[in-house]
Structures are given as structure tokens and as C-alpha cells.
């Protein structure tokens, strides 16, 4: 029995063992080497890396650049998050409902997930353009005052917020779809003979009965606020003034435009540290209140 | 598969019309870029901001396009990349998976805890220290190189996990007495079983990896292992401007497998998803 | 038995070893890697083949390897890290403000030290003396100037005709410029702007138009150096008024930060009447333009001015003595009159020395397209491109601020005073 056991044991390691050496190589060592490093000071030239404390945390914490990087991140997960979950499951009911041409809707609220954002970035970049760009032909279509849309501090986070829920809202929208497809028709028929309105239909049933859809699109969605800069990169470079920087962008900044590595390992932990927050607040008390099958 | 539709019925036609113009609205402005992308890139650079019905049509476009890059070789790069990064996800996530599922070994739990911390803490942000873990192994500026940290896929793990989980035992003793192997049992039982899971998983990863830029971008730099999302961004940081019609040729161009690939297989690829159960 | 084959290869791989090094040593041709930043095929890399070809053909005993970077970040990224690893290129052509970065590496060999006879001291003193003000610091020279260029302004000779004005005269000082500007402005009742009157780009590169507007007003953004930054003196301060008030005072120019990338196309749509942008997009506007342009030096406050831009050699360490006088020789051809005024013709860069203009294909190239002529005139004028150490971050500061004032959240004394204060927290360490 012992030895079964055993050879049970060490079968059930040996399937484990790949993929574990490698998320521990690309996950868990980069993010204690991280922490590790955000202690030393970068070499440079001739000069080794030599052990600083807590020095490259003093310097962040009197860096404005880093301070507004992690607020406009914050604006960014929570104009992004709520909106393209909502649309999200508006689109879900409407192609799953019986809305004429669903197919043509279906596929143009999925392309946004096949088209590469870096491309897409560029197009947004003529919509927003000033004068030309197809915003201005459109509100000067309705004699609205012209805007700089991305040249201004006031809206530029705004208009990649608004491009960061375009490229979104398909994607979570198709776990939606596989989500309500096995609902049971039944529910709705009893609601209905309840004489619940559709209304209270989607909040008293379908939306609970989604929740660990919603769950598993939320994290996705916030990880996808701190891991989504593409954008930045082609439309703003984090302008006017890093008015919109966000975190991973100011990182990659420091890390390989300015070839701070120590201050950009510090940065890296905060991020990290952030999404290990959350990570911990959704195992330790999202999971518990969501029904699983 | 109807059946919700009819559901829908017991709620009356009140809203219907609301509801369809704001799903139209939406269904136009979330095609409205590649709709652009479309009218630019087969027109010339003068009717790239302005709309103009009976404007020629031109392909010249896709020809400046190729030739500004070696597309080929990114078309080739991306693939191998793709398929190298989704071999890779399906053969480890279904081992560990099936450790997962069927097998109780000590440090089980903590095991799968440290996998489920990669949902949050995903290489994407660990860009800094994977590029000096390159460096240090050699393979920076290749393909390997933009792969190996999403070849353990924490995701693909815990997905194919809770499939697993819901396969009766019985068909697994009932290979066993038949001297199957664990791995047989894997391989003949299993993974069957999972298909859809992996179809659908298999979407996502190719949809993302084909799509991915920043980790790309500061690993490689050479033609020989850049895939097209870096080579497609020579055209948005030129000194000379941007040519609109240029990157929406290129667009297209890249995105057409996607674009295709999504078009016919819209229906297998929601089915999945529903079968797969995820959620 | 493991052991002994072992033994066997690795025998067999160093006699082979030998072998070949022995038949390089009887040849001797010395070979030459040079990055090339460039991320695209077509034009400039056939230019830049032919040159290498022509120059092996001269030269018999030497072999140029042009390696294709990327752009001028990816370039110096690339260079950095195999000299990093021990196998730099003998020979790049990076941005001239990355001297300094390179000499904190520890990275280049100074020309200077190679250049060492009567001739060559000479050589070192045919180039335009605003180009060699990039490469020269602590009294040695770091970099030869290739491909470099500068701030031009292009005017719209059609708007300028409707709006009343000389279609054949572009504005020649600040106050003129505000001037034309207002008169090329059109808005509607409601004050909806259908035509700007000048576009300044102020998003990813702000730094160098503003010194087109810095160094007209005689002031100096940096020590020679690289060590200390003058963000606070008045004339710059003055300077940044001037541009803020293009837009905020004036209304000739818009608001907020405004798009490199689409600042042609704006010209090119007729929504403004005159840009400022590189000499590099000369061809650009030439191609696509559907009306009469003409390109000017950038009008003047104190006197003309305007920065230069764009790349130099630089020769790197761990590399022989052969490899590098080999790489000198390269430098010096690829440069010298015939060659430069080649590559000028060939790519829209500005010829680096006066030699070069004097050459009969230049000066055909000039009489053909005499905006060419523009970005030389304005050279006598010209001052390095901004650049210290720790580049990159200061220059940061620097766009910050700029951004900062033109967005309206600072004004230009407070966004000057932010960005000096935040560049000399950066620079002590280099001030000793």
C-alpha cells in the first residue's frame, strides 16, 4: 500500500514538474529577483550594483511621474473595468436574444479582440485626430467646438479609456454567451408566469446566476488594466505631461529608456504588490460568496 | 440552443426596438476601425480623411506596405511563434492538470496556489528581470526567447483541471484494469473528453500571442525574430509622419488569418466556449 | 567510453579550430560590423550596400558588414548589449545626443585618438562646426557626423495667397510669424478654427522644437559637458512664453499638446498654413503636397537659429587597433565631399561639410530642388542637439515641462523651474 502511495506521489510530481520548473523560472524567481534588486542600485559602466536599502522607494516616493502613473492607473481600471463588463453583458443578451442581423453583431463585437492594438492604436489616432480626424467631422457635423482629444490633459486618459473598452467588451462578451447558452429556458418561462419584468428578470435571476462569470471577467479585466499599454505607446507616449502614463508604461520607460533597472524593479514591485492584493482579496473573499457548480 | 430565444418572448416586444437600435449602434461603432481600415487601405492617400463614394480603388497600398517590411519573414516568425507557444500550453497545462485532478501528493495545495498566483502576477509585467534571465541564458533577440515564459500557462492549468475533475472516476478504473498506464490513461480518457476546453483555449492563446507587442518588442531585435506586431509598429514611429493608408494595408494584411479564421469558425468557436464551461 | 569521445571531439573541433583561424591569419582582411539604424528595407539600405561595396572595392584588405538595427533606439539598445557581451560592432551610427551615454559606458573609443596625424587633425576640422558640437566633450571628439538634419519651417503657398500675403516670402522673425499667422487663421463666428496658422509639434521629441525657438533667442539649453542645463534662464523662459502664446494669446495655433506624427498630414490637408518639422520630410511633402510649398530657416528673435539632429559614427571599445583604423578609414571615406554629397542626394540628409556642396552633383541637386539649400544656410546657426548625461531622463523633465505649459496646467516660468530643478537632482551625480 506504501509503495503505491509512493509511486502515486511521485507520478503525480513528475506530471507537475515542467510546467512548475517554468512558472517558476518566468514568474515566481522574476518577482523575487524584482523585490531582491529593487534593493540595489543599477550598474552602470564600471560600476557594480552595490546595496542601497531602501533608497530606490525613497526616490519613488518623491516622484510625481510615478505618483500620477499609479492615480491614472487607477482612473484607467475603473473607467475601463465597470463599462466593458456592462457592455459586455448587454452584448451577450443581444446576440444571444433575438435581435435581426445577430451574426454581423456577433462578429463585429468580437473584432476588436482579433485586430492587434498596436495597429488598431494608429486608426484610433485619426479618430481622435483634431479638425480632421472622424470625431471632429462628426461633432463639427453638429457644430461642436473642436477638441484636442489627445493633446489635452482633461481627455486624453479618457479617449485610451475609451479605446481600452472597444478592444475589451468582445472578448469578455463571448464568456458571457457560453455562460447564458446553458442557462435552463425554464428560468425564464417561471419568472415570466411570475409577471417579472425583463428588467427584474436580468437582476433578480440571470445577473446572480452570472456571477462567477462576472468574477472570472473581473479579474481578467484588472489584469488587463495594469498589462494593456500598447496603446499609450503609439497614441500618447504617456502625454501631455504624463497625463496618461500609466504604471506598466512609466516601467517600461525607466527600464529600457532610461536603463534604471534598480528604480525599475522598485516600480515593478508596486505593481506587483497591487495585483497580489487582489489576487488575495478574490481568493479570500470573492470565492467564497460566488456559487460554483 | 434556441431556447433562450424563446424566452425572451414571455417578456413582450416593448423594448425590442430600444434594444436593437442600441445593439445596431454599437455592432457599427465597434466595426467602425476596421471599416476605416478597409476604406483606407484601398484607396489612395488622399482619401484616407474624407469619405467619397466612387473613389478608385487601388492596391498599391499593400504593395508599399510589403515592401516597407519584410512581412514574410514576421508572417512566418508570428507562426511559428504561435503554434510553438500553444504546443507547448497544451502538452504542460494538461500534464500538471491532470496531476491536479486525480493525483494527491503532498504540497499539492501550496503547489496550486503558486500556479494560480501567475493568473495575477502574469509575465507581462515581470519584463525587467525576464530580460536579464535572457540575457544571462543567451537567447535574447529569439523566438524562444518572446515564448518560454507563457509556455506554463496558469490559465490553460486551471482550466483543464476543473474538465478533468468532472470525468467519472469509473472511466479512469476502468482503464487502469485494463493496465493502462497513467499517461494512456490520460491520452485515451482525458484529453477526448476535453476537447472543446482546448479548442477553446486554444482561441484564446493564438488570438493573444498573435496580438502581443511589449515583451516581443524588448526581447528582439533583428528581422529574423520579430513577428508582425513589431514589425508593424515601424510605421507608427517614423520621423516622416503617420501614412494612414500604409498601417491600415499592413492592418489587414496581418490581422487577415485572424479575421478569417474568426469568421469562419464563429459558431465552433462560441460552442466551445459554451462547452467548455467557461466562466 | 563516454569520455574518450568526448576527448575525440573536442580534439577534432580545435584542430578544425586552428585550422581556420590559421587561413584567416594568411588572408588578413579586416572585417567591419556596422549598425545601421534603420528599421525598413527599401531606399536607404541599397544606398548605404552600394557605399559599403564600393568603399570594399577601394580598399581591398577590408570588409564592411552593414547590420540593419532598427530605429535609433532599438540601434543603441543592440550596440550596448553586444558590447555588453564582448562582441560590439567596430563601428555604429547612433543618435549624436547618446554620446554621452556611451561615454558613461564606458563604450566608444574618442576619434581623436585615432585620428592622430597632421592630415587627419585636418580631416576632423572639415565639418560643419554645429554638427562636430554633438560629438566633442572634455576637449576630445567622440563622433563623426553621417546622417544629420534639422528644424525647417514649410509654408503653404496657396494660403498664404488667399490670405493676402507675399506667396514667395516666409516670415522671418517672431513677431512677423505671429503676423502671417493671424492673417492665415480662419475661424468661424463661433470661433471653430478651419485652418490653424502655424503648427509646432510639441509630443514626442518637444525638447528639440523648442530649441528651434531657444536658440533664435540666444539661449543655450546645456553645458558642453553634458553636466549642468539652463531651463530657468530668462531667455528660455521667453522663449516658452513665445510658443505658449501662439496658442493661449494668439489663437494661431491650437491648444494642448500637438502630434508629431500627424503634423504633416495636417500641412498636407491644408488645416495649417506652416509647420515646423525635420528636413527629412522634405520628400515626404514633395510627393504628396497638392499645392505650392516653400521651405524657409526658422524665423528669427535675437538671430536665426535652430538645433541639429540625427545620427554620428561612433567607433567601439574591445575592438583591435587594425579594426579600428580600418573603421576610420571607412568614417573618412563614406564622408568625405563625393561620398557625403551622395548620400545627401540620395537620402535628404544634410551634407555634412562645406566640401560636399561644392561638388558639381550637389550643386546641380540644389538648383534642381533649392529647398535643399535651406537646411545648409541655416547651419552657420545651428547648435547641438540638446543632450547631457543621463539623456533620457533629462530630456523627460524637459518635455514634461514643455507639455506642462502648453496644456495650460503650469505657466512657462513655473514649468521651467520645475523641469531645471527635477534636471539638477538628475546631473549631481555627474558634477564633480
Same mark, same amino acid.
Given at each position: ?24 523560472? &518566468? ?45 491614472n492607473n487607477l482612473y484607467f481600471s475603473l473607467g475601463t473595468i465597470p463599462l466593458s463588463i456592462a457592455l459586455a453583458i448587454a452584448m451577450a443578451l443581444w446576440v444571444n436574444g433575438r435581435i435581426a442581423g445577430r451574426g454581423f453583431l456577433r462578429l463585429s463585437y468580437f473584432t476588436p479582440t482579433v485586430l492587434p492594438m498596436i495597429a488598431v492604436a494608429n486608426i ?47 472578448? &469578455? ?71 496618461s502614463s500609466l504604471l506598466l508604461y512609466y516601467i517600461y520607460q525607466v527600464g529600457f529608456s532610461y536603463w534604471d533597472s534598480a528604480y525599475a524593479a522598485a516600480l515593478t514591485t508596486v505593481l506587483l504588490a497591487v495585483l497580489g492584493t487582489t489576487a488575495f482579496i478574490k481568493f479570500r473573499f470573492l470565492d467564497r460568496r460566488t456559487h460554483y457548480q | 440552443m434556441n ?15 430600444? !434594444? ?31 469619405? !467619397? ?37 497544451? %502538452? ?35 519584463? %525587467? ?43 479512469? !478504473? ?49 528581422? !529574423? ?44 468557436? %462560441? ?9 | ?17 586552428? +585550422? ?20 525598413? #528595407? ?28 532598427? @530605429? ?18 567596430? +563601428? ?21 585618438? /585615432?585620428? @592622430? ?84 509639434? *510639441? @509630443?514626442?521629441?518637444?525638447?528639440? /522644437? ?44 491650437? #491648444? ?5 506624427? @500627424? ?11 506652416m509647420i515646423w518639422t525635420t528636413t527629412g520630410n522634405l520628400t515626404n511633402i514633395r510627393s504628396n503636397a497638392s499645392f505650392p510649398f516653400g521651405v524657409a530657416m526658422l524665423p528669427a528673435a535675437k538671430h536665426r537659429g535652430s538645433p541639429t539632429g540625427g545620427g554620428n559614427f561612433y567607433v567601439f571599445k574591445k575592438t583591435t587597433p587594425e579594426q579600428q583604423q ?26 555634412? *561639410? ?79
Open positions: 500500500m506504501n509503495r503505491i502511495n509512493l509511486q502515486h506521489q511521485v507520478t503525480g510530481w513528475l506530471l507537475l514538474l515542467p510546467a512548475m520548473l517554468l512558472l517558476l523560472a &518566468f514568474t515566481h524567481y522574476p518577482a523575487v529577483a524584482t523585490l531582491w534588486h529593487s534593493f540595489f542600485s543599477t550598474p552602470k559602466g564600471s560600476r557594480p550594483a552595490s546595496f542601497v536599502g531602501i533608497e530606490n522607494y525613497q526616490v519613488m516616493i518623491d516622484d510625481p511621474v510615478f505618483w500620477q502613473s499609479l492615480w484610433w489616432l485619426f479618430f481622435y485626430t483634431p479638425q480632421y480626424g472622424l470625431l471632429e467631422q462628426i461633432t463639427g457635423f453638429f457644430g461642436l467646438p473642436s477638441h484636442n482629444w489627445l493633446g489635452s490633459p482633461s481627455t486624453a486618459l479618457g479617449a485610451l479609456i475609451l479605446v481600452a473598452i472597444w478592444k475589451e467588451a468582445g472578448f &469578455f462578451m463571448i464568456f458571457y454567451l457560453a455562460a447564458l447558452q446553458q442557462m435552463s429556458p425554464v428560468l425564464a418561462e417561471a419568472a415570466a408566469l411570475e409577471g417579472a419584468s425583463r428588467w427584474q428578470y436580468f437582476w433578480r435571476v440571470l445577473f446572480p446566476l452570472l456571477m462567477p462569470t462576472t468574477l472570472f471577467v473581473l479579474i481578467n479585466a484588472l489584469i488587463n488594466s495594469f498589462r494593456l499599454v500598447d496603446h499609450i505607446i503609439v497614441m500618447t507616449r504617456g502625454g501631455p505631461d504624463n497625463a | 431556447r433562450p430565444e424563446q424566452a425572451s418572448e414571455h417578456f413582450g416586444r416593448g423594448g425590442y426596438l430600444l !434594444e436593437s437600435a442600441a445593439a445596431w449602434l454599437l455592432g457599427l461603432l465597434w466595426i467602425l476601425p476596421l471599416a476605416y481600415a478597409v476604406w483606407t487601405a484601398f484607396h489612395a492617400p488622399e482619401f484616407s480623411t474624407r469619405l !467619397e463614394l466612387g473613389a478608385p480603388l487601388t492596391l498599391q497600398n499593400f504593395a508599399n506596405a510589403w515592401n516597407a517590411a519584410p512581412f514574410a519573414r514576421y508572417f512566418l516568425n508570428t507562426f511559428l511563434l504561435v503554434s510553438m507557444i500553444l504546443a507547448a500550453q497544451l %502538452v504542460l497545462s494538461t500534464l500538471a492538470a491532470y496531476s491536479f485532478a486525480r493525483f494527491e501528493f503532498r504540497g499539492r495545495d501550496f503547489m496550486f496556489f503558486l500556479v494560480l498566483l501567475q493568473l495575477m502576477v502574469m509575465p507581462d509585467v515581470l519584463i %525587467v528581470e525576464n530580460y536579464n534571465t535572457m540575457n544571462v541564458l543567451g537567447l535574447r533577440d529569439t523566438l524562444l526567447a518572446i515564448g518560454l515564459p507563457y509556455f506554463a500557462s496558469a490559465f490553460g492549468i486551471f482550466l483543464l483541471r476543473q474538465t478533468f475533475k468532472t470525468v467519472p472516476r469509473e472511466l479512469e !478504473e476502468a482503464a487502469r484494469v485494463e493496465g493502462a498506464s497513467a499517461l494512456q490513461v490520460l491520452l485515451k480518457v482525458y484529453v477526448p473528453l476535453a476537447k472543446p476546453v482546448y479548442l477553446a483555449y486554444a482561441l484564446v492563446s493564438v488570438s493573444h500571442h498573435w496580438n502581443n507587442f511589449l515583451w516581443p518588442l524588448i526581447i528582439t531585435n533583428s528581422v !529574423e525574430s520579430r513577428p508582425l506586431t513589431v514589425g508593424l509598429q515601424v510605421f507608427s514611429s517614423t520621423d516622416q509622419g503617420v501614412d494612414w493608408s500604409i498601417i491600415t494595408a499592413a492592418t489587414l494584411m496581418t490581422s487577415a488569418p485572424l479575421l478569417i479564421g474568426f469568421l469562419l469558425f464563429q459558431r465552433q468557436f %462560441v460552442q466551445s466556449f459554451m462547452r467548455a464551461g467557461i466562466r | 567510453m563516454k569520455k574518450t569521445l568526448l576527448q575525440a571531439w573536442s580534439c577534432a573541433a580545435l584542430a578544425a579550430g586552428l +585550422l581556420l583561424s590559421g587561413g584567416a591569419v594568411a588572408q588578413t582582411p579586416v572585417e567591419l560590423t556596422l549598425y545601421y539604424p534603420v528599421a525598413v #528595407g527599401g531606399g536607404v539600405t541599397k544606398t548605404i550596400d552600394q557605399m559599403a561595396s564600393d568603399f570594399e572595392k577601394e580598399n581591398p584588405g577590408i570588409k564592411v558588414k552593414p547590420v540593419y538595427a532598427g @530605429t535609433y533606439q532599438e540601434s543603441i539598445v543592440k550596440a550596448l548589449t553586444a558590447y555588453k557581451s564582448g562582441q560590439p560592432p567596430q +563601428l555604429a551610427v547612433l543618435l549624436s545626443t547618446d554620446m554621452f551615454t556611451l561615454i558613461d559606458e564606458d563604450a566608444i573609443v574618442p576619434i581623436d585618438s /585615432l585620428a @592622430t596625424s597632421a592630415e587627419d587633425k585636418k580631416w576632423l576640422g572639415s565639418y560643419y562646426k554645429s554638427f562636430m558640437s554633438n560629438s566633442q566633450t572634455g576637449g576630445k571628439t567622440w563622433g563623426v557626423p553621417f546622417q544629420r538634419s534639422t528644424i525647417v519651417m514649410y509654408w503653404n503657398k496657396d494660403l498664404f495667397k488667399q490670405a493676402g500675403l507675399n506667396p514667395d516670402q516666409a516670415p522671418a522673425t517672431w513677431a512677423e510669424m505671429t503676423d502671417y499667422a493671424k492673417k492665415l487663421t480662419k475661424a468661424d463666428a463661433s470661433g471653430n478654427v478651419s485652418q490653424w496658422g502655424v503648427k509646432i509639434p *510639441s @509630443t514626442g521629441f518637444p525638447y528639440w /522644437l523648442f530649441q528651434g525657438l531657444t536658440t533664435p533667442n540666444g539661449a543655450l539649453l546645456m553645458n558642453e559637458a553634458g553636466t549642468e542645463t539652463y531651463f530657468d534662464k530668462p531667455a528660455v523662459i521667453e522663449a516658452l512664453q513665445y510658443w505658449v502664446d501662439l496658442s493661449a494669446k494668439h489663437k494661431v495655433m491650437p #491648444g494642448g499638446a500637438i502630434e508629431w506624427g @500627424t503634423t504633416p498630414k495636417d500641412f498636407l490637408e491644408k488645416k495649417v498654413a580600418a573603421a576610420l578609414k571607412f568614417m573618412k571615406w563614406v564622408t568625405n565631399p563625393k561620398h557625403a554629397a551622395q548620400w545627401s542626394i540620395a537620402t535628404g540628409y544634410v551634407a555634412v *561639410s562645406p566640401e560636399a556642396w561644392e561638388t558639381p552633383e550637389m550643386k546641380k541637386y540644389v538648383a534642381e530642388v533649392p529647398a535643399a539649400a535651406v537646411a545648409r544656410d541655416q547651419l552657420q546657426y545651428a547648435v547641438a542637439e540638446f543632450s547631457t548625461h543621463d539623456n533620457q531622463r533629462v530630456t523627460k523633465a524637459l518635455n514634461d515641462g514643455l507639455q506642462a505649459a502648453l496644456t495650460g496646467a503650469k505657466t512657462p516660468e513655473q514649468a521651467l523651474k520645475d523641469a531645471q530643478r527635477e534636471a539638477q537632482r538628475i546631473l549631481k551625480p555627474y558634477q564633480r
